[in-house]
């Protein structure tokens, strides 16, 4: 068999931070070290600042890089951000039906939504074979988030063509179990799901002890308990938990709330800090992919939340690097959910219930006051991504998978 050739597809890819850039960066990078011929179809935006204009064409370690054109509007409002996503389907859509040749394998993620109507047809037409990457479940997503006009017939309408590209495709990867049988149950889907989680890296980013961590100096925290909260602040997310629980410790001096990141809801959160007088809460940008391992160090302990009617449809990708950084998690939302589930079976951390501030500060006390068991939690985190999240054996999950479709055409 020949070098297997890979054309990956999502709007956000290196030197870009954000989530799905990083997995699909670590993703082509790993698989292009393996030999394989990797090509990107990607725009030219940065996930936080739409100025951005990347360069059209870079090869960047054994990787093609093909960056459409697309309108810059940003994610500052809806429609603008509609119109970021129509205009890169067109133009990525031309971009696969130039580079596909029978045999190849596109991959295709989920930003932005439905990316698989737009790759089934060419594979279909080209005799490529398609593989869809969903780090979420649209239009489900976006109808539990109040979305408008995706209800009623408009939203069925959506859902069946989805249901149709899965269908299309020779497999389809989700990031969770419950996003599986979620979609395994759909309007009689084929059985082509494999569950692969995403992860972290754990040579970037591993534990550093809090006297050997220079942010927290740099960033003046040295001496207090720093509550966390890294990455993406989005509309799947609950922060009103976190701020309640903030106003009840904002008169404990030893205590401080670190938010790294940015997002939809940042300003909202600033905004009510400011309102609240919530001088325990600390503000961040995004840190540089090299710094990694010292900002998710800089916290003894993280929160992650997702709002409960989503479990199935979204999976928090935080969870690995935190556990990657060796701290314990405090997840709001359902216990009995993904996350909720995989904190108590593997005692790397604990559950509080959306809006139960009293519960998520009376947690984030007994962590403060009891060294011992914050370790415990912390090392349990970092065994379990070892075993089981670390970048190299998704890779190999990967390898696995792309290997059984080779095989399955050979």
């Known amino acids: 068999m020949g070098v297997q050739r890979l ?5 956000f890819f ?4 954000s989530a799905t850039s990083q997995l699909l960066s670590d993703l082509a990078f790993g698989l292009a070290a393996k030999g394989r011929q990797v090509h990107v179809v990607t725009s030219r ?3 936080d600042d739409p100025r951005v204009m990347l360069a059209a064409y870079q090869e960047v370690d054994g990787v093609e890089i093909h960056r459409v054109w697309t309108s810059r509007f940003g994610r500052a409002n809806l429609v603008g951000r509609a119109l970021d996503y129509l205009t890169f389907y067109l133009t990525a859509v031309w971009r696969v039906a130039r580079l596909v040749h029978p045999g190849d394998i596109v991959v295709a993620k989920t930003d932005p939504p439905m990316l698989s109507l737009i790759t089934a ?18 239009p489900e997503l976006a109808i539990a988030l109040g979305v408008a006009g995706l209800h009623g017939t408009l939203g069925r309408a959506i859902v069946r063509l989805r249901n149709w590209s899965l269908r299309e495709a020779a497999c389809n990867v989700v990031v969770g179990h419950r996003m599986h049988d979620y979609l395994e149950a759909r309007d009689s889907l084929s059985k082509r799901f494999r569950v692969i989680e995403n992860w972290a890296d754990g040579q970037l980013v591993r534990p550093v002890p809090a006297d050997e961590n220079v942010l927290r100096r740099e960033w003046g925290v040295e001496s207090r308990f720093v509550v966390g909260y890294s990455g993406n602040m989005g509309r799947v997310h609950d922060f009103a938990t976190i701020l309640g629980a903030a106003e009840r410790l904002r008169n404990d001096d030893s205590t401080v709330f670190l938010f790294i990141g940015g997002g939809r809801w940042r300003d909202w959160i600033e905004g009510e800090a400011q309102r609240r007088a919530l001088h325990n809460i600390l503000f961040k940008p995004y840190q540089p992919r090299d710094r990694l391992r010292e900002s998710l160090s800089v916290p003894d302990v993280h929160l992650i939340s997702l709002r409960p009617e989503l479990e199935g449809l979204v999976v928090p990708s935080k969870f690995y690097g935190v556990a990657a950084a060796g701290r314990p998690t405090i997840f709001i939302g359902a216990a009995d959910g993904e996350t909720g589930q995989l904190l108590h079976r593997y005692d790397c951390g604990c559950a509080v219930c959306q809006g139960d501030d009293m519960r998520l500060a009376s947690c984030i006390r007994q962590l403060r006051d009891d060294p011992p068991l914050r370790h415990r939690l912390g090392d349990n985190a970092r065994r379990v991504f070892e075993n089981r999240f670390d970048k190299h054996i998704a ?4 390898c696995r998978l792309l290997d059984d479709l080779g095989a399955a055409v050979a």
């Open 45 to 47: 935006q940065s996930y």
């Open 395 to 398: 890779l190999e999950s990967w």
């Open 7 to 11: 054309i990956l597809v999502n709007r």
């Open 121 to 138: 047809p060419i594979c279909r037409l080209r005799g490529a074979r398609l593989v869809n990457w969903l780090q979420d479940v649209f």
């Open 14 to 17: 290196y030197p870009d931070h």
